[in-house]
């Protein structure tokens, strides 16, 4: 079975990083730049993991994030810039 994985990151380049990684492990990979965009994706797709930034524009990842768990379950990875250990725990 193959695993459909989520990259939600607003940067072009990270975004297309960790896709060209996860392709290299056979994973199918979507990629939103907003939270918007994920929900779009999640809604039409069986998705498996996402992997979602914090800081984006439009929908940011923890707004996203609260959203999909009012109907999905599967595993979320948060992706953050934020170095403060206080932003690392309130955000987690």
Do not use: W
């Not at 079975?1 to 940067?11: Q, S, T």
């Not at 297309?16 to 979507?30: G, P």
């Not at 939103?32 to 800081?55: F, P, W």
């Not at 109907?71 to 955000?91: G, R, T």
């Amino acid at each position: 079975m193959k695993y459909n994985i989520l990259v939600v990151e607003d940067d072009i380049e990270i975004c297309n990083a960790i896709e060209i990684y996860l392709k290299t492990q056979n994973y199918d990979v979507y990629k939103a730049h907003n939270g918007k965009e994920g929900l779009d994706i999640i809604d039409s797709t069986t998705i498996h993991l996402a992997i979602v930034d914090i800081m984006m524009p439009i929908m940011d990842g923890i707004e996203m994030t609260m959203k999909v768990r009012e109907q999905y379950d599967f595993p979320i990875i948060m992706l953050s810039a934020k170095s403060e250990d206080i932003d690392k725990i309130s955000n987690a």
